[in-house]
């Protein structure tokens, strides 16, 4: 079912940094309440800010893969959302290859958004990535 708008909350983690991490999303309908799909993936060893631009990287081509023409995006990281919205330099050189494919991915919308907010209103994306981790080191 195509949605025109989706509505992203996303979270990336690592237990170390760098360590194990994985991703987490939810992607909303326009209305804000009906879920669309949800990611959680564990991707390997990764830091931090790595894990959270692969997790918005992550539900921005499923939003495409959704035929979202517009997104709005949830970030409980500071840094990655000042960066997409350029206000903060990408100074981390292992953070640039990351920034350049979001910043490709977010040039199919028509319109995007980022915001930053508290880790405590993003707890769906944040168990997300906790439950891939979990599902990764028991294994």
């Known amino acids: 079912m195509e949605q025109s708008k989706i509505i992203i909350y996303s979270d990336g983690g690592a237990r170390g940094n760098p360590g194990p991490a994985a991703v987490g999303a939810v992607l909303f309908a326009a ?10 993936s564990f ?6 800010n790595q894990a959270e631009y692969q997790a918005i990287e992550f539900a921005l081509a499923r939003a495409l893969e959704l035929g979202a023409h517009e997104v709005e995006c949830y970030l409980d990281s ?16 292992g953070l640039g290859p990351y920034f350049v494919k979001t910043w490709n991915l977010i040039h199919q919308f028509k319109k995007a958004s980022f915001h930053a907010i508290p880790r405590e209103k993003n707890k769906i994306a944040d168990q997300l990535v906790n439950q891939a981790l979990d599902n990764n080191l028991k294994s």
Not at 31 to 40: C, L
Not at 78 to 93: A, P, R, S, T
């Open 31 to 40: 209305d804000g309440i009906t879920v669309v799909d949800k990611i959680s």
């Open 43 to 48: 991707i390997g060893v990764a830091t931090n």
């Open 78 to 93: 500071e840094l990655v959302v000042q960066q997409l919205n350029l206000k903060y330099k990408v100074k981390n050189q």
